[in-house]
């Protein structure tokens, strides 16, 4: 059983899909979502401890021994991810029995719960893959049922979002393999760790470095990488609660985690860092996205998308750590990645909670919301302060590794706009706190009470991460730290 | 107790004060004893650490390591005794000021007041006993925001934009010069913990010394130096004990403080005097003295003209701190403690004026010394100690610093210092003036004096203002110790 | 000439690649973009495929008689890549009939004109 984890993983979630389709009943399929990510993340935990005191854990599926068979590869890096997924995954399934019931029909209730499971399934699948082109085929598993998942949503605007994505997304995800297939032309394999081995020889050639390009855009399109990001706001801004959290919190993410794979994994560090203006353009292409995104996100009239362009922001800061590229910038990428996701999924949750309860999350809505909703309010103000960055909280643990290794590469100005860009988080966040504390409410549209007692036991055990993990840091850091010695080649 | 398990009392007392204050909410009386009896029980812990200090030890208690490397831990120095000393005894006689004017004033949302004072509270020890920069770092960004609803407590567009300024200037002055240094300063040194003698000595050159030093001046907003001076007297819409917990027992405070801890234990003394890093500092400050003095002079309202004066006064410690010997550090160390009580007093009586007499204008207190004997009394020993005649305070912490001054020969800070003087009696003798001497303007008005519990807490801390003065032995003796003693 | 000639399954890839793209960014009608995605996709397959035929091989059949033969994992691979390229094929579809139950239109400028219209919130 213990040695057949990793492929567990990834196939319990995806058996309960189809199991869940078949049975239909919407407690039974919420039972079986829920215990199938409660099952996976027991198991990203036990995996996570296993690399920690054993080091990396290769897993050949079938008993193929790679490159015939597929590989699965548990590492210092894809371990954290896996937990960050898992664990978002098992958080919102308390929240979606009283989110879900509020917001879909009742015969479809068993589909979104197969999705999710299938979505599940796909990222983690991308996480613990160690073959090339199997990253593909997981990403489109998750990515499929996120089209879905996100059509879900009420208004019909989620509808257009969704396609847009569908169109921007299968564009990204076939660069990618263009980019695995030039790969594969060029070195006749697709197992991951070959590949490593065979493309230093190889570096420099023009297919070769057309396959980074390609991976390098696909990849992008994927993790909205500015100005990649256009599908991601109207995704977020109209799918339901419970997916833009658990998408906000985990999808782009593993997006930065492949990316972060073939940059370190596959091309190596010397030849993405030292020969090509990679991380140039990284450094150019997310300070352009912190600035921007952030002020867009300063004038949004709806607090739901507000978060979603900060996204956006935030996603630069971690592509920021990838072209600073040194172990503290690496660590920050990967602390953030783990931290914003706590963040952010705690946030959209507590936003579902507004929507259900005001019927919407505009501005209008949150006047006076302090006293309507004082539990939800003051969660969305304690989750905004690590998304500013103050100190206690995850945001600033990743921001403290992002400045220093700004700083440690000599760019100073780097950690100044850095620093200089949390305050128009500071701003974003503010208008939240003065709409819901400052104003008086808006007779009309006033919420009717505070959120379902579930919805707001699993935002708060999100807010009580985003404290713990700022001050109890030796998990997250530790790990970051292992994952970015890992991608320079410290460590086994 | 040991002295980490009194540490740990300390910082968990006005935490647990906040859970029972908001548990107790619905009832006034008992919220107000849970406040009572928390700052009387806190400030019987952070004395029972006195002993161990006054001894010489340094009681230390460690938490976690926050970062690796990097403890959140605490260590309680003479300086952050002398600071938790003030804050947590004058939590006390603000506590009893705030019961008379919250109730007297009718205002709104007095749970959360409460609340969000205890919470101060813990910041405030929480800075005074951390044992290195980023536990200070942690405590004194708690403390912006945790004041944040404090300062916009009437939730009207005055408080918005007043809240507005006093967030802005605080969070971005912390954010954009504070952390950067802190973590520049952790690149350079390898090591954040408050060390006697710094921990920058030798460990880079004297232009990255002198930049860093500015941004910790500039990055510690809540010392107020010119020009991040803007948020004091736009967080002057607060209620009148949020001032004062402002001015003299938290925020303020927590700012010099920061810099003194800075200057003594980062960077160092003698390591700074030796790279002449510091040489604009006193310059910076003694602009700062003068102009927000002057600002003070020309403002008819009386909370505003208050909050110059305290621009002005932080200025003093930062001057202090900057001369860079020890007897300077030792004045800059005395005048936090004598700026507080002076100050303190000077607001409660501007807030019981505001309750008794609802006037907020200097020139309208003509007379009012006859209806309000004991206020302006007080009013007037607390401007004494501003000035800094005998026998107040304020007299104590000047000499220090006027010694220091002509030690160090430095000319330019002694006529700051004369001038500011002269400025602080021509800004504040009038007032006493028009209370005791003009005659009253209007007829009819039939007030007497505040209620019973603003009246003992004012009468009380400009006792203390004049005790400061005749009992000075463990101020001194706490300040010498942080200048190396 | 003779580069362009032996490479022309690329050449032919490249084009299948721009076209496809091209039709996704040009085209406002939404079943017209999800054509362009298809072709797109279809230039992988290619991409693929074409490399691993060896001219003159069979099938990869493990017997005396067969020496030479194509590599069989391409065809694998994108087998794989086809049935997920269906899959997104049909998605799209039936989300393009919803958007048409909900805005009676499949053209883009006219959706969003809809949403952008005065009385809804924006």
Redesign the interface.
Do not use: D, H, N
């Given at each position: 059983m213990l040695e057949h984890l990793p492929a567990l993983q990834v196939v319990v979630p995806l058996a309960a899909a189809p199991l869940i389709v078949l049975l239909r009943r919407p407690r039974v399929a919420w039972l079986l979502a829920s215990a199938a990510a409660l099952f996976a993340f027991v198991a990203a935990l036990v995996l996570a401890a296993e690399v920690a005191s054993t080091g990396a854990i290769s897993y050949h599926l079938g008993s193929w021994p790679p490159p015939w068979g597929i590989e699965y590869r548990v590492d210092a890096l894809s371990a954290f991810v896996l937990v960050l997924v898992a664990g978002v995954g098992a958080v919102v399934m308390p929240y979606a029995w009283r989110s879900i019931p509020a917001e879909l029909p009742r015969d479809q209730h068993y589909l979104f719960y197969a999705l999710q499971c299938l979505c599940l399934a796909g990222l983690l699948g991308m996480t613990i893959t160690g073959d090339a082109f199997n990253v593909f085929v997981f990403m489109e598993v998750a990515s499929l049922s996120m089209y879905v998942l996100i059509a879900l949503g009420r208004d019909r605007r989620a509808l257009l979002a969704a396609y847009q994505y569908l169109i921007l997304g299968t564009i990204g995800a076939t660069f990618y393999v263009i980019g695995v297939g030039l790969l594969y032309l060029l070195t006749g394999t697709l197992n991951i760790a070959d590949l490593a081995q065979r493309l230093p020889e190889l570096a420099g050639s023009r297919p070769a470095l057309a396959a980074l390009a390609f991976i390098t855009v696909g990849v992008s399109l994927k993790l909205a990488l500015f100005p990649l990001h256009l599908w991601l706001p109207n995704a977020y801004a109209y799918a339901p609660s419970v997916v833009t959290a658990f998408l906000a919190a985990t999808a782009t993410k593993v997006s930065v985690y492949v990316l972060l794979r073939f940059y370190f994994g596959v091309f190596g560090a010397r030849q993405v860092v030292e020969s090509l203006p990679v991380t140039g353009i990284l450094i150019g292409l997310s300070v352009v996205a912190i600035v921007t995104a952030s002020l867009v996100a300063l004038w949004q009239a709806d607090f739901k998308r507000l978060l979603a362009y900060s996204s956006v922001a935030q996603i630069g800061y971690i592509t920021l750590g990838i072209g600073i590229a040194n172990e503290s910038g690496l660590t920050a990428t990967v602390l953030h990645l783990f931290n914003h996701g706590v963040t952010k999924g705690a946030l959209f949750l507590l936003v579902g909670g507004i929507a259900l309860r005001a019927g919407g999350a505009g501005f209008e809505q949150l006047r006076g919301l302090g006293r309507a909703m004082p539990l939800t309010s003051l969660g969305i103000t304690l989750a905004g302060l690590s998304l500013i960055g103050v100190p206690g909280t995850a945001g600033f643990i990743s921001k403290w590794y992002l400045v220093l290794g700004a700083l440690q590469a000599g760019q100073w100005w780097l950690a100044a706009l850095v620093v200089a860009t949390s305050l128009i988080a500071v701003a974003y966040v503010w208008r939240f706190v003065e709409a819901a504390y400052l104003s008086a409410p808006d007779e009309r549209s006033a919420p009717a009470g505070e959120a379902p007692r579930v919805m707001l036991i699993a935002s708060w055990l999100a807010v009580g991460a985003c404290f713990w993990f700022g001050i109890d840091t030796a998990y997250t850091v530790e790990g970051a730290r292992r994952a970015a010695l890992f991608m320079l080649g410290g460590l086994p | 107790m040991s002295a980490a398990q009194l540490i740990a009392a300390c910082l968990a007392l006005p935490l647990a004060g906040a859970a029972g204050i908001a548990l107790a909410g619905s009832r006034p009386n008992l919220r107000e004893s849970v406040t009572l009896a928390t700052a009387a029980l806190l400030f019987a812990c952070v004395l029972g650490l006195l002993p161990k200090v006054l001894a010489g030890g340094v009681p230390q208690l460690f938490v976690?390591?926050?970062?690796?490397g990097i403890a959140?831990g605490f260590r309680v120095e003479p300086l952050g005794m002398l600071f938790a000393l003030i804050a947590s005894g004058l939590w006390i006689v603000n506590s009893v000021y705030s019961i008379g004017y919250m109730r007297a004033n009718e205002e709104p949302h007095q749970t959360r007041f409460y609340v969000c004072f205890a919470l101060a509270l813990a910041a405030t020890l929480g800075i005074a006993f951390s044992a290195n920069l980023?536990t200070l770092?942690?405590f004194y960004?708690?403390l912006t925001?945790v004041t944040w609803?404090l300062v916009?407590h009437h939730?009207d567009d005055k408080?918005?934009a007043g809240?507005?300024v006093y967030?802005?200037i605080l969070?971005?002055t912390s954010?954009?010069f504070l952390?950067?240094a802190i973590?520049?300063t952790?690149?350079l040194a390898g090591t954040l913990d408050f060390t006697p003698g710094g921990i920058l000595q030798g460990k880079a050159s004297g232009t990255v010394i002198g930049g860093l030093l500015a941004l910790y001046m500039f990055g510690i907003g809540k010392a107020a130096l010119m020009p991040f001076h803007r948020w004091l007297p736009a967080a002057m819409v607060a209620p009148t004990p949020v001032s004062a917990l402002l001015h003299a027992v938290a925020v303020v405070k927590a700012g010099v403080f920061a810099v003194v801890k800075v200057i003594v234990y980062v960077f160092g003394v003698d390591a700074l005097a030796g790279v002449r890093a510091a040489d604009w500092l006193p310059t910076v400050a003694g602009f700062t003295i003068v102009a927000a003095s002057i600002v003070a002079l020309r403002s008819d309202n009386l909370k505003r003209r208050l909050a110059y004066s305290t621009v002005s006064q932080l200025s003093y410690v930062v001057l202090a701190a900057a001369l860079l010997t020890p007897v300077s550090v030792t004045a800059a160390a005395l005048h936090i403690a004598a700026h507080a009580f002076g100050k303190i007093t000077l607001f409660f009586a501007a807030g019981a004026i505001y309750t008794a007499a609802h006037k907020t204008e200097v020139s309208q207190l003509d007379g009012i010394g006859r209806r309000m004997p004991w206020t302006m009394g007080a009013f007037a020993v607390g401007a004494i100690s501003m000035v800094g005649l005998p026998p107040a305070a304020g007299f104590l912490s000047k000499w220090f610093l006027l010694t220091a001054v002509l030690e160090a020969g430095q000319w330019m800070a002694l006529a700051v210092v004369a001038a500011s003087t002269l400025l602080n009696a021509a800004y504040f003798a009038p007032i006493v003036y028009r209370a005791f001497l003009r005659p009253a303007a209007a007829r009819g008005e039939a007030h007497g004096e505040a209620p019973l519990p603003m009246v003992a807490a004012l009468t009380a801390t400009a006792a203390l203002t004049v005790a400061l003065f005749f009992y000075p032995d463990l101020a001194l003796a706490l300040a010498r110790a942080t200048a190396g003693g | 000439m003779d580069a362009f000639a032996s490479h022309y399954t690329y050449w032919v890839t490249v084009f299948l690649m721009a076209a496809g793209l091209y039709i996704m960014i040009a085209r406002g009608n939404l079943v017209k973009k999800l054509v362009g995605l298809g072709i797109f996709q279809t230039s992988v397959y290619l991409l693929y495929i074409a490399p691993g035929k060896l001219i003159g091989g069979t099938a990869p059949i493990v017997a005396e008689a067969y020496k030479v033969y194509s590599n069989p994992l391409p065809h694998v691979l994108i087998l794989t890549a086809i049935v997920v390229g269906i899959a997104t094929l049909a998605l799209g579809l039936a989300i393009v009939v919803r958007i048409r139950e909900a805005y009676g239109s499949i053209e883009e400028d006219d959706i969003l004109a809809l949403d952008a219209e005065p009385g809804k919130r924006a």
């Open positions: - | 976690l390591e926050m970062l690796p959140l980023l770092f942690l960004e708690m925001l609803p916009t939730g408080a918005r809240g507005r967030l802005g969070i971005g954010i954009v952390l950067p973590i520049a952790w690149a | -």
